[in-house]
């Protein structure tokens, strides 16, 4: 579980603010004249240069075996050639993130995760979202905002009130992928540039609408996970990170329709050929979430969420989130106490907080406390539950549970069973838990959308997962032949 995270952010940030260059400038990209007075380009390569490994290292370090990088590399570079701005090297990198998602920073370096690989259909649809975050680069929409908002999304979650930053960075990461945030005419920009590169390097412009459909199919099947109106999505913010209203796909719809290319290219085969055997959801190094339950195989414990919780995991700590507002983060004690696990959480963990009572707790056989407060959040007012569990001298972890106080007593029961839940792992439960595999078959005779979804390891909504995975509107039926991307354990 990673540390630095906030200091990222926080280099990040200085950098971005410092006043290096007055005046304004015609964008090469979009003939804007803007005013760029607080970034040069070597203001963004220096940024850029510096803060891209501790960027890799937040996110878990790089993904995928030398063929995949080369691979994402090549269609990079391939776009990088067709951008007004030169003066830059670009570098893609592909995150090992299951997160879907994509950004970039100053400087030309470019990040997509292995969860947006695994989204896309098709090379061009890949090449589609490389372009998108060349056009923020090249209509330099870091240099506009000053960097102000760039990845600090982090540091805002409820339970930094605690004095525990590194279960409040994990739990916003996971929660807001640490992207920057722009406006609704940068990302039209940006789908308008990036329509524009993958023309000119031959690819089809309807690529970046048809990757804008799956990627608000997916954000529907992920409210509809966490029990939301899958309409959201089109009332969205767009002070979310990358959002996929029908209005954007609409557009970048019309925009390819005016955007002629001779015998474009889409490249499906060979893209599905890259990502077969890719890692899917979380890495053995992070944990699992299954369902409602999460467990590591290398730290060897597992935990249960009540009903209704969505389990979110990053490499920092696992979120859970619940009913009515409440949430829940689980993490790692950052300096575990060697006296009872009672003073540790009075005289370290929640040192300042005016705690109502700690109480002296055994689950599982294993030492434990807990500790009650009310705090003032960054979303309000809430009753905090706290749960400290040692396994050995060197280990304590953490639980913080956040709930509205008038819903508090509702869901105190369900918290307090995921607390008991709690307990190691033998080494033969350890070595059972294997991770979820991208493996590409084709589709024979008489299979159905129903009976491959069936061999997905998913507890529900299985057909629609399937469906969203592979670019599949609800209607739409397999053929013999037909190569589909399948979830397998």
């Not at 490249?267 to 990502?275: M, S, V």
Request: charged fraction near 20%; include cysteine.
């Amino acid at each position: 579980m990673r540390k630095k995270a906030a200091a990222l952010l926080a280099a990040c940030a200085l950098a971005l603010t410092a006043p290096v260059l007055n005046g304004c400038t015609v964008n090469p990209a979009t003939g804007d004249r803007i005013f760029t007075g607080l970034m040069s380009a070597e203001d963004e390569i220096r940024i850029g240069r510096e803060q891209h490994p501790q960027i890799v290292k937040a996110f878990g370090g790089e993904y995928g075996t030398p063929e995949l990088k080369k691979y994402v590399a090549s269609i990079g570079n391939l776009l990088a050639q067709t951008v007004e701005r030169k003066e830059l090297q670009y570098q893609f990198t592909v995150l090992n993130s299951d997160i879907v998602n994509a950004f970039a920073i100053p400087g030309g370096y470019i990040y997509i995760t292995r969860g947006l690989l695994a989204l896309a259909g098709n090379e061009a649809e890949l090449a589609a979202v490389l372009g998108h975050e060349l056009g923020h680069v090249t209509a330099q929409h870091h240099a506009r905002r000053a960097g102000q908002e760039l990845l600090a999304g982090i540091l805002v979650t409820g339970a930094g009130v605690l004095g525990g930053q590194g279960a409040a960075q994990a739990g916003n990461l996971a929660a807001s992928a640490l992207l920057p945030h722009y406006s609704r005419e940068q990302e039209h920009q940006s789908d308008t540039l990036g329509v524009r590169y993958i023309s000119r390097a031959g690819y089809d412009p309807h690529a970046m609408a048809g990757f804008l459909a799956k990627l608000r199919a997916d954000t529907q099947l992920q409210a509809k996970i966490m029990g939301r109106s899958p309409d959201e999505v089109d009332q969205m913010s767009y002070t979310a990170s990358h959002p996929a209203p029908v209005e954007r796909v609409q557009r970048a719809t019309a925009i390819a329709a005016d955007t002629k290319v001779r015998d474009p290219m889409q490249a499906r085969d060979i893209f599905l050929q890259k990502i077969g055997g890719m890692l899917y959801g979380d890495d053995p190094e992070q944990g699992f979430v299954r369902g409602r339950v999460f467990s590591h195989p290398k730290m060897r414990f597992r935990f249960e969420v009540p009903e209704g919780y969505r389990l979110v995991n990053s490499a920092e700590a696992v979120a859970a989130f619940g009913p009515d507002g409440a949430r829940a983060i689980f993490d790692r004690a950052p300096k575990p106490s060697d006296g009872p696990v009672s003073g540790y959480v009075q005289n370290v963990w929640a040192k300042g907080l005016n705690l109502s009572a700690v109480d002296a707790i055994k689950v599982n056989g294993l030492e434990g406390a807990t500790a009650a407060a009310r705090a003032n959040t960054s979303v309000g007012v809430m009753d905090v539950r706290l749960v400290a569990i040692r396994v050995d001298l060197q280990t304590i972890y953490r639980f913080t549970m956040l709930t509205p106080p008038a819903q508090t007593a509702k869901l105190s029961e369900g918290l307090r069973r995921m607390t008991y839940s709690f307990r190691t792992l033998s080494a033969q439960e350890a070595a059972a838990l294997k991770p979820l595999r991208l493996q590409v078959v084709q589709v024979r005779a008489g299979d159905t959308v129903a009976s491959l979804a069936a061999r997905t390891p998913f507890a529900a909504l299985r057909e629609e997962r399937f469906r969203v995975l592979n670019g599949l509107g609800p209607n739409d039926r397999l053929t013999a032949g037909q190569k589909v991307k399948l979830v397998t354990e």
